[in-house]
């Protein structure tokens, strides 16, 4: 099934959303929010399949689905830890600084603790007080779970994911190299994510979502021209169920946390970098990736980044069309 | 007035406190959690304080309160930020470790996002699964906030403050190295922290509370033994404003959101390291500081870490007793 909420208070408001995306009902009756679903999900996820069966046979008629009217599915969340899983794109943006990237994170997972009190809706503009802060967008895959114990096994973490969608966690280049340095990681750098309007149950990916991957193209575009087209399951070296593991090591997490799997990245058929869209590669996923290439390729970078009145659109595709709906947001101020 | 969490369910049940502690009143007529009172604390704050009146009066009866039987304040929130205020804490760590501190350390406050989807209660012991991971205690001040907007100045953010508490910001000193030389903060090291029975609006502190500080000693016991007893309004290099402002200047913070002030630490009369309580100094809110103490005076640190059965204790006091009531754990397993 499929679930989205309105943008209505500070949680909004659940529905549950038809397959194509061209409708949505009222699940009032199964949960008022997507967190009190997901608190109680053994009791309400078949409440929420219900309405999700009567919507799509037409028993349930419903009404329009309407993206730009959508909050992110959990507007605000008790977590959002963000991985980094496609290490290739971590070696590469240190290569491009001369730097040794260590042995260690092809076997330990890199995550930061993310601020989750407030995030933007798929349609919500980037709010953006100052240019010369960097700002860049970064296409991710994203899943929810429910309560993890401390110590869960990858098996367990993977049985625990309920929801899969899309991100784009926005950063703040400009700001990042400072407040790496000081040794306590992001924190003004990494301002409100955007989540897809859609956050699905894993069956309606089919065998797309196999080995705790996504296994689909990450469409990004930016000002409507394609940037990126990365596999999300290709070159993903921590799977969901490792990355949730990892985060569970010390303490349990609470359900409707949010886990990241960091800017999709894919190498190019040589091992290399890759190239853009325009010259035929999978593209990149963030700007910085891009600048890094250009940095590789001709000493500089060459792409700025966001300024006000950038488009960036994220969204993923099957056979039928979009799975999460896109996220499509202008910058702003 | 002084509210406190019964510990029912995930998020708890409001309640408030008589001043002297020793009854509680049912909050749920004014509102059924602290977060739900801190979403609306303009309408709700009034129904909650004439309940405080009324309780503190006589008026109400209430019934006995008991800090065994409260979850932490918030349970869970949407956001735990923490920043490290007492600058001299920091440079003295790093003098252990013969690395110099950035001047900028003392201008650009220090500040992680930590995991917030799960909180200890005042009572609850401390999950240590591996006492080689070095347990530590972190006695620290923390204030709750109502929503703050987007680049807020030190006196809007001074203004947003609604609550005081204390914190055990428990930390796994062992991990901490591993963690931060990848960079991207504290994620495992920080597993659940443990807050005070009983938050408390600003006016309950009289003039202890004044230039956004806690002009108190915080007393912390390890076993039963007196082990800090540091001024929290001394030696703090950033105010609770200039903290909030700091995680505030790139995006809004909700409601709920919880500062903490860093472990709290004075230096000695002559600007060092001080000395500990035996010794009649001010001591230390956490084992690393003394252990960094013993490695200046002998060349190695003394005093372990926590390890399973071992009990710590964190309160503050005014002239009438025990203003947040005692954090007090046992560690285990």
Redesign the interface.
């Known amino acids: 099934m499929k679930l989205a909420t309105l943008n209505e208070g500070?949680d909004g408001r659940l529905v549950v959303v038809s397959r194509d995306l061209s409708r949505r009902a009222d699940a009032s009756s199964a949960a008022p929010t997507l967190q009190a679903a997901l608190?109680e999900w053994e009791r309400r996820a078949p409440l929420l399949r219900s309405l999700s069966d009567r919507l799509e046979s037409g028993a349930l008629k419903g009404e329009p689905f309407d993206p730009e009217r959508c909050a992110a599915p959990l507007p605000?969340?008790?977590?959002w830890?963000d991985g980094?899983a496609y290490v290739n794109h971590v070696e590469l943006v240190r290569k491009a600084r001369k730097a040794e990237m260590?042995e260690s994170?092809w076997t330990?997972p890199?995550?930061?603790?993310?601020?989750?009190?407030?995030f933007l809706g798929p349609r919500q503009p980037i709010?953006l007080?100052d240019e010369a802060?960097g700002c860049d967008m970064e296409g991710e895959v994203v899943v929810v779970t429910r309560d993890v114990p401390?110590?869960a096994t990858r098996e367990q973490a993977l049985g625990a994911i309920v929801l899969v969608g899309l991100v784009n966690d926005v950063s703040?280049r400009n700001?990042i190299p400072g407040e790496?340095?000081?040794?306590?990681?992001?924190?003004?750098?990494?301002?409100?994510s955007a989540f897809s309007p859609v956050f699905v149950t894993p069956d309606e990916l089919g065998t797309a979502w196999r080995d705790g991957k996504l296994h689909r193209r990450l469409e990004v575009f930016l000002d409507g021209q394609p940037f990126g087209r990365a596999d999300a399951g290709v070159d993903m070296t921590f799977d969901f169920g490792t990355l949730i593991a990892?985060?569970a090591?010390?303490?349990?997490?609470?359900a409707?946390?949010l886990i990241g799997s960091g800017t999709v990245s894919n190498r190019g058929p040589d091992g290399g970098p890759g190239t853009t869209v325009a010259e035929g590669g999978a593209g990149y996923s963030c700007i910085a990736e891009l600048r890094t290439v250009e940095t590789l390729r001709s000493g500089a970078p060459k792409t700025p980044f966001l300024k006000r009145g950038n488009r960036v659109r994220i969204e993923m595709r099957d056979e039928a069309g979009s799975i999460f709906g896109a996220i499509d947001q202008v910058v702003g101020d």
């Open positions: 500070r608190d605000r969340a008790y977590q830890a980094s260590p994170f330990d890199l995550m930061y603790q993310g601020g989750s009190d407030g709010p007080a802060w401390l110590g703040l700001l790496l340095a000081k040794g306590f990681g992001f924190f003004q750098s990494k301002p409100a990892h985060a090591r010390t303490r349990s997490l609470c409707g946390t």
